[in-house]
C-alpha cells in the first residue's frame, strides 16, 4: 500500500508542479511578448503524456492483482473489471431501476474501506449517479441474486483526490457486490 500511495502522491505532486510551472511562466510575460496557443501545444502534449502513463501504470496493476488471483474477469470498454460468480435470476438491471445491494469495497492492497456491514443494505437508483460510476456499470451486468466481483480503475472511483477519508488519490477498487432486490418503478 505504501508503494502504491508513494508513487501515486508522487506522481500527483509531479503533474501539479508541471501544472504551476506552465502556469508561473504565462503569468510572467510581458504582453508584448505573450504567445500564441500554439507554443503551449508541446506542453499540452507532455501532460497528455503524463496522463497517459499513469493510466496505463493502474492498468498494469490493475492486471498484476487480477493475475495474482487467478480470476478470469471480462473487461469493459470503460476499463472496468468483472467476474460473476454465482449468477441470479430474473430481468438485468436498467436505468432507473431501484436495487438494493450488500457490498464490500477493498483497494488493491485489501484494505478495507467500506462495507454494507454496519447498515444493512444500500439502495440505489440506477442512473441518478448517487454511487460511483464503475459500480453503476457493474451493475448492469447483474440480476437479482447475483453475486460479483468489480474492479473499478480511479476514473470510475474517486479519481484524483479520493474520498479525501479513506480512499487515497487514484486508487483503484475491488468492490464485492451481492444483488438482494430490483424493482422497476411503475410508471
Not at 40 to 56: L, Q, T
Request: charged fraction near 20%; hydrophobic fraction near 40%.
Amino acid at each position: 500500500m505504501n508503494t502504491i500511495t508513494s508513487i501515486s502522491s508522487r506522481l500527483v505532486l509531479w503533474q501539479l508542479f508541471f501544472l504551476f510551472s506552465i502556469f508561473f511562466v504565462a503569468c510572467i510575460q510581458t504582453p508584448d511578448k505573450v504567445s500564441s496557443g500554439t507554443d503551449i501545444k508541446p506542453a499540452a502534449d507532455s501532460i497528455v503524456a503524463f496522463n497517459h502513463e499513469i493510466v496505463r501504470t493502474e492498468m498494469q496493476e490493475i492486471d498484476d492483482f487480477i493475475n495474482r488471483y487467478h480470476w478470469e474477469m471480462t473487461r469493459t470498454e470503460t476499463g472496468l473489471r468483472y467476474m460473476i460468480y454465482n449468477a441470479g435470476k430474473g430481468p438485468f438491471v436498467k436505468k432507473g431501476d431501484l436495487v438494493e445491494l450488500k457490498y464490500k469495497i477493498s483497494l488493491l492492497n485489501g484494505d478495507v474501506v467500506g462495507s454494507s456491514e454496519s447498515s444493512s443494505t444500500l439502495s440505489v437508483e440506477i442512473g441518478k449517479r448517487n454511487v460511483v460510476s464503475g459500480l453503476e456499470e457493474g451493475l448492469m451486468f447483474m440480476n437479482k441474486g447475483t453475486h460479483a466481483k468489480l474492479i473499478v480503475p480511479s476514473h470510475l472511483a474517486y479519481g484524483l483526490l479520493g474520498d479525501m477519508a479513506k480512499i487515497p488519490a487514484r486508487a483503484a477498487l475491488v468492490i464485492d457486490v451481492e444483488l438482494c432486490s430490483v424493482r422497476t418503478p411503475k410508471k
